[in-house]
């Protein structure tokens, strides 16, 4: 069996910048752990794989160690190989995934996903954050009832940008993984943020957009202001538009196409 293959990278519009996410367009889907062993062979942070639903499409993503619930920056990578490579020609692509349906629109020369927002609530902060990450955060907050991710703010982007984290320390806290942040003072936006999860295989993700369907609302709350620029300072880096509108998260940013395969199985 031979399966398309391809690879991109989002929240950029310079190769070899931004998050690369992997892309297998599939006509049905095959057995899940052959799935998996795709995605640990690519060994990026995530390789997503659609079917067709009519017009629209099933989409699901799966990192080198478990396949996972939502990621932005696949689906921005998806669409955009969708209407490059594949002949999409609608304005707009509807996913369905485990986090319900999710929107990709062409806005002006950007693509524009449209997620969920998540709220946060703060919990007790404990010593052990610190001592992993090696710098003291102000609070932490959670996503009531999940231990996907959990959101730490820091001081300063300084702080953040300075974090190195002891990876063995984070594989023994109770979240897959660490979001943290600070405001943007120095890199001309409103916050930044780095995303560390060794849990599932990302010792650090270059960009997170399911991190921002968390960090929209608690900046835009912070801050008393709805269109936001973000950045995550990871070496690679990486550049989002976003906007908290009700209940939705709109974060906008382009794609570079980088490979384009053949997976021989």
């Not at 907050?141 to 959101?151: H, M, P, R, Y």
Request: proline share 6%; with cysteine; net charge negative.
């Amino acid at each position: 069996m031979q399966l398309p293959i391809y690879q991109a990278d989002a929240f950029t519009s310079e190769l070899f910048k931004g998050n690369p996410a992997a892309y297998v367009p599939l006509s049905q889907w095959l057995e899940d752990a052959l799935m998996q062993q795709i995605a640990a062979e690519n060994n990026l942070a995530e390789t997503a794989f659609t079917v067709p639903r009519g017009k629209e499409f099933e989409l699901r993503w799966f990192t080198p160690g478990e396949e996972v619930p939502m990621c932005g920056h696949a689906t921005l990578v998806t669409a955009h190989l969708l209407w490059t490579e594949l002949g999409f020609s609608e304005p707009e692509i509807h996913f369905h995934t485990r986090s319900g349906e999710l929107v990709v629109r062409k806005d002006d020369d950007l693509l524009a996903l449209d997620f969920p927002a998540q709220h946060n609530q703060e919990i007790a902060l404990t010593s052990n954050y610190a001592q992993a990450l090696g710098a003291q955060p102000l609070q932490a907050l959670e996503v009531k009832g999940s231990d996907d991710q959990l959101l730490l703010e820091f001081a300063s982007a300084a702080e953040v940008a300075s974090l190195q984290p002891d990876m063995r320390a984070l594989l023994k806290l109770p979240y897959k993984g660490l979001i943290c942040t600070a405001p943007g003072d120095g890199y001309d936006c409103d916050f930044v943020s780095r995303f560390f999860a060794p849990a599932i295989g990302i010792d650090e993700d270059p960009v997170t957009g399911s991190a921002h369907t968390r960090l929209v609302p608690f900046w835009a709350s912070k801050l008393d202001k709805t269109r936001l620029k973000a950045k995550q300072i990871s070496p690679r880096g990486g550049e989002l538009d976003c906007e908290l509108s009700g209940e939705r998260v709109l974060m906008r940013g382009r794609a570079v196409t980088y490979l384009r395969g053949e997976i021989a199985l």
